[in-house]
Structures are given as C-alpha cells and as structure tokens.
C-alpha cells in the first residue's frame, strides 16, 4: 500500500472509534501517534545497510501524509 493510501487508512480506522468533538483532528492525531510507536521500534534496529531502514522511510512518508490530511 502506498504511503498516502496507507495514511488514509489509518485515519479512517479512528475516525470510526467513537471519540469526543473535533473527531477528523482527533483521528489524525491517534494515526500519528500510532505512526509514532512504529517509527520509535524501528529506531532500535535501524542502521545504514539494514532493510529495515526502507520500513523506516514508509513510515516516515506515511506521517507526512497524515500531516496533509
């Protein structure tokens, strides 16, 4: 799945958890903390020549794309 339709993705999965007033901002703010978590797991075991580090790079493109939502 590409990073913007991953981003979609995400949103719209909180978007159906019932949550307070302002639920788009609030969705997109469980997605990137969510983004968030992965992103801090694969710090642990990133480095130059792993290829973990293109899972870092999606992740990374996917929080932009949140961000633009």
Known sequence: MRAKEKAKDLVNKYLGIPIMY???EEAKT???IAVDELLGEYSFV??????????????????EEINKL
């Open 22 to 24: 302002g639920m788009d």
């Open 46 to 63: 990133i480095s130059e020549d792993c290829h973990e580090s293109r899972r870092w790079d999606y992740w990374k493109e996917v929080k």
């Open 30 to 32: 469980c997605a990137l």
